[in-house]
């Protein structure tokens, strides 16, 4: 009877800007802190702009906002074009596609959808907890494979696992590609960084299971975190564990910081390690992305462990580049300080 008042068309949903239609906004016990607002999309292939340098040319986002709750996430002034903030708001305020699948279905089979590859979780993880409720993902999968278009999730999501199977399946069709996003090996760090993800062994496995599972899956050891998580030592004990899991490949990003992650992670930085803020400001100087100096030195440090564990590639720093943004059209910000309110 709790839910009775929470069903669609009982009572007025507030108007969220920018949304599509809103079914209903929910706040399940199971996901204590975070409400779900349920919305029917119009579209969910989503172009990426004609000048950004990424890989793809298409998206599939079936969440905005995330619950992991990573301090860092360049995806989080997105949420301020629906009037919601880019600290707490990201994190408990998400946007749930509940038509997602049927919409993407849709819209592949339009005579002119050419099948070009379409990525997932460059923008927030289609596999957060809010998969685990929705199943959104096993729908999606299948309307691309049906399709005949390639596609890539890459995720910090357990959940996942789940969908191994569908996506072994998917595999024989078009080409899969998985990625999985494993920052950092000390628990404690990830708990105050990354509080609402899996653990980082957890990440682990499930590259494992996906080898297992006959699936080429990298790991995106992404972002590196100046000062914290950049030291020889814990850069060689990760790459060595994410070896040891079967990893196709690993590629190393550095930090960067759009407005709104600069905001939040600036905060956070400020209390947890004010010792690091001079230095923050110092490399952050030009923009959201860290200077050219810290980016060799990185590059010098990367190189020699990704032979040492079987991840060489054509030139070391090649592992050493700015992350895919599926929002590229945004400005890059010149000269703005490291804010820490």
């Known amino acids: 009877m709790r839910w009775e008042r929470q069903r669609a068309g009982t009572e007025t949903q507030p108007a969220l800007v920018g949304l599509d239609d809103l079914v209903r906004s929910v706040a399940p016990p199971e996901f204590q802190g975070v409400t779900f607002h349920e919305v029917r999309a119009r579209s969910v ?42 600290g707490a708001d990201f994190d408990s ?88 996003s ?8 990830q708990r105050r960084v990354e509080p609402g993800t899996p653990s980082p062994r957890a990440r682990l496995d499930l590259v494992r299971r996906a080898r297992d599972a006959g699936l080429p899956c990298g790991v995106m050891v992404a972002p590196v975190l100046p000062g914290l998580t950049d030291s020889a030592e814990a850069l060689d004990e990760l790459l060595a564990a994410i070896a040891a899991a079967g990893a196709t490949s690993a590629t190393v990003l550095a930090l960067h910081l759009r407005p709104g992650a600069r905001e939040w992670y600036g905060r956070w930085l400020a209390r947890d390690h004010p010792e690091l803020v001079e230095r923050y400001r110092e490399m952050y100087r030009r923009g959201s992305y860290v200077d050219g100096r810290y980016k060799r030195l990185l ?43």
Request: aromatic share 6%.
């Open 45 to 86: 292939l989503n172009r990426v702009p004609g000048e950004s340098l990424v890989p793809f040319r298409w998206t599939v986002n079936p969440y905005r906002g995330c619950s992991h709750a990573c301090r860092y996430c360049f995806a989080r002034n997105t949420h301020t074009y629906l009037d919601f903030d880019a």
């Open 93 to 180: 305020q998400v946007v749930v596609k509940v038509n997602a699948p049927e919409v993407l279905a849709a819209q592949l089979r339009k005579p002119g959808w050419a099948r070009e590859h379409v990525a997932m979780g460059t923008n927030t993880d289609p596999y957060q907890r809010a998969e685990g409720r929705y199943a959104l993902m096993p729908g999606i999968i299948r309307a691309l494979a049906t399709s005949g278009t390639p596609f890539s999730v890459l995720t910090k999501g357990t959940v996942l696992k789940r969908d191994l199977p569908l996506l072994r399946s998917a595999a024989g069709e078009v080409d899969v590609g998985l990625g999985v």
């Open 182 to 189: 494993i920052a950092l090996l000390d628990p404690e760090l």
């Open 299 to 341: 590059a010098a440090r990367v190189g020699p462990l990704l032979r040492r564990h079987g991840f060489a590639r054509s030139g070391d720093g090649a592992a050493v580049r700015p992350p895919s943004d599926s929002n590229p059209n945004r400005p890059e910000p010149r000269g703005e300080q490291l804010a820490l309110l």
